[in-house]
């Protein structure tokens, strides 16, 4: 089935250096999106990007949906310690290669900010 | 609330038991889906429902495994004869109108472990 490869599986940065975070796929997909998750909590929304080539700001946030459809990008900027956590990416396959709505998820990327 | 609302938030129980697991979608949300994550992974796919369509069973590991949804409203995941490898976070997100348009927002998940 499809998967995706998400690099690194984690970082450890000072606070205020830039962060780099990418998945990749051998299957093409529709959307993507990045999430991050905090222990004890479930994953939130923080980036979704719908079409290729598209590129998208939230705050100290940047992603992109690669032009190929099969990878894609997180940028955090000016890192701080609340940025601490995991980063999942997710894809949703297109229609006719099977997929129904149900996202695919990278394993994630532990970011570890010190102050 | 104004998000999806998952109960109980942690459960433990003995190995053989059955266990019922609940997810309240954020109101209005006509897709809901419910996933696994073992520690330190990421998310697995179990269930999808989208309004009254059948829903995509395609990512439950056995047939111990079972949900219910009602209209657009609260789900149910059932896990019977529990075994420790069921041990995990399970979420349950939910969307408007399929993903193409409105991407998924998850609850804090349910924290299961079997002794």
């Known amino acids: 089935g499809q998967q995706l490869n998400q690099s690194p599986q984690s970082m450890f940065i000072q606070e205020g250096e830039d962060v780099s975070m990418n998945c990749t796929s051998s299957s093409i997909f529709n959307t993507w999106l990045w999430y991050k998750q905090e222990p004890g909590e479930g994953p939130v929304l923080l980036i979704a990007?719908?079409?290729?080539?598209e590129l998208t700001s939230n705050g100290r946030l940047t992603a992109q949906f690669g032009i190929t459809r099969k990878d894609s990008f997180l940028n955090i900027s000016a890192s701080i310690p609340s940025d601490v956590g995991i980063y999942f990416c997710?894809?949703?396959?297109?229609?006719?290669?099977?997929?129904?709505?149900?996202?695919?998820f990278g394993k994630g990327t532990k970011l570890t900010v010190n102050p | 609330g104004a998000g999806v609302s998952q109960s109980p938030s942690n459960k433990v129980t003995e190995k053989g038991k059955d266990v019922e697991l609940r997810c309240d979608p954020i109101?209005?949300?006509?897709?809901l889906y419910w996933y696994r994550q073992r520690l330190g992974q990421g998310l697995e796919f179990l269930i999808y429902f989208q309004g009254n369509s059948a829903p995509d069973k395609s990512g439950l590991p056995s047939d111990r495994f079972s949900a219910e949804r009602t209209g657009e409203s609260v789900s149910t995941l059932t896990i019977q004869r529990t075994q420790q490898e069921d041990s995990a976070v399970y979420l349950c997100?939910?969307?408007?109108?399929?993903?193409?348009?409105?991407?998924?927002?998850f609850g804090d998940g349910t924290r299961l472990s079997i002794l």
């Open positions: 997710a894809g949703l396959p297109r229609r006719n290669q099977g997929g129904s709505e149900k996202l695919v």
């Open positions: 997100a939910s969307s408007g109108l399929g993903l193409g348009n409105q991407p998924q927002h």
């Open positions: 990007l719908y079409k290729a080539g």
């Open positions: 109101s209005g949300h006509t897709a």
